[in-house]
Nanobody
Framework: QVQLVESGGGSVQAGGSLRLSCAVSVDTHGEIAWAWFRQSPGKGREGLASIFSDGRGPYYADSVQGRFIATQDNAKNTLYLEMKGLKLEDTGMYYC???????????????????WGQGTQVTVSS
């Protein structure tokens, strides 16, 4: 089992920065893939970044490449998503997720993940 709790969301002006955190609790063995997703109003869940426990990645969506950085701190059991140059279209609910069961060819696909946090809201205004 994997439990995830996001924090760090809030309101920010366009061009600003935020850092999201995801505290994780793991009660399973084997390789785990971690990912960040975003769901905007009226849209599906978009994969933003993925990183694997064996060191592969991170992999980024084109929409955030160069602006977002995903990291993991194993000592603190925490994932981070550093977001810079935020745009209006970055507004949405942000989720961290975990996939147990090894490698996937679609690390940014929501269907590949079986554990989810409750989400944290990010609102970017002009």
């Amino acid at each position: 089992q994997v439990q995830l709790v996001e924090s760090g969301g809030g309101s920010v002006q366009a061009g600003g920065s935020l850092r999201l955190s995801c505290a994780v609790s793991v009660d399973t063995h084997g390789e785990i893939a971690w990912a960040w997703f975003r769901q905007s109003p009226g849209k599906g869940r978009e994969g933003l970044a993925s990183i694997f426990s064996d060191g592969r990645g991170p992999y980024y969506a084109d929409s955030v490449q160069g602006r977002f950085i995903a990291t993991q701190d194993n000592a603190k059991n925490t994932l981070y998503l550093e977001m810079k140059g935020l745009k209006l279209e970055d507004t949405g609910m942000y989720y961290c997720a975990a996939r147990t069961g090894g490698w996937t060819l679609a690390p940014l696909s929501a269907s590949q993940y079986n554990f989810w946090g409750q989400g944290t809201q990010v609102t970017v205004s002009s």
